[in-house]
């Protein structure tokens, strides 16, 4: 087992693992036996006239992300059921889920090309990253269907479907039991 050593030396009071640090300013970590994967896609080839529109619906645990791509400049307009209108950084405030959702358009190289118009509703904050970034992906699916092998490799296609188990009767939760009583 590899472990490091865990000191903070004196005078470095910034937390080492932060999940809201700058995305950019991330270290590069090679994992052994793990292949790196090229950032951009090059044959990706999606028409992106004026009145192109690409729907597909995005789902993870009880979230559900109604999602169009169009073309634009790479805007993502977000709209909840309590939140309103608003964009991806008011919308989701975290780094890493920023980073989630942005994947799929990374990784084909449309980032910059194309808007993002989502509905979401049902679920927590990190379900509903899970669910734009599967609707994002299905969209670009159906724009390029040359793209699932590379979309699946990287499981952005996978619907993540582990979700609360539900309540059993004479128990307190799903699997908790009551407390025995000897006597």
């Known amino acids: 087992m590899d ?17 809201d640090e700058d995305p950019d300013a991330e270290e590069e970590t090679e994992v052994e036996g793990e292949e790196e994967l090229p950032q951009t896609i090059a044959d990706a080839s999606i028409d992106l006239a004026a009145g192109a529109r690409y729907r597909a619906t995005g789902k993870r645990k009880t979230a559900v992300a109604r999602v169009t791509l169009k073309p634009g400049t790479g805007q993502y307009l977000i709209t909840g059921v309590a939140k309103g209108e608003k964009s991806l950084e008011e919308f989701f405030p975290r780094h890493t889920l920023q980073r989630t959702i942005r994947q799929p358009l990374e990784t084909v190289g449309y980032e910059d090309r194309m808007d993002v118009v989502a509905t979401m509703h049902g679920g927590g904050v990190s379900a509903q990253a899970g669910a734009l970034r599967h609707g994002i992906s299905k969209a670009l699916l159906e724009a390029d269907p040359n793209l699932r092998s590379e979309l699946k490799r990287r499981g952005f296609l ?9 309540k059993k009767a004479g128990l307190k939760k799903a ?8 006597r």
């Open 3 to 19: 472990l490091e050593v865990d000191i903070v030396r004196e005078g470095d009071d910034r937390p080492r693992y932060s999940e």
């Open 158 to 166: 996978t619907r993540d479907a582990r979700v609360k188990e539900r």
């Open 175 to 182: 699997r908790k039991r009551p407390q025995f009583s000897k």
